[in-house]
């Protein structure tokens, strides 16, 4: 029974590594830095509808999907499961 139940779990966990959660922690070096990536993709707020300012664009873009993201802060790291 005990192994049986090992096994399940090895298997679920295989399972979750190969799902990918749809986020991503990203560090810069300073708060000026991660003002700039703020600004270009975030939406801005104009007359009570949403907006989507243009994220400067890349080579990989396209592949990235960059225009579906959307940046904010990270909560506190006390906040996140790990």
């Known amino acids: 029974m005990e192994a049986k139940l090992k096994d ?3 298997k679920e966990k295989e399972k979750v590594n190969t799902k990918p959660l749809g986020m991503a922690f990203v560090t810069f070096q300073n708060e000026a830095m991660t003002a700039i990536i703020l600004k270009d993709f975030n939406a801005c707020q104009c007359q ?5 300012q243009e994220p400067r664009s890349s080579q990989f873009s396209e592949n ?3 225009y579906d993201w959307s940046v904010t802060y990270a909560p506190d790291p006390q906040n996140v499961r790990w």
């Open 8 to 10: 399940d779990y090895r």
């Open 48 to 52: 009570g509808c949403k907006c989507r």
């Open 64 to 66: 990235l999907h960059v």
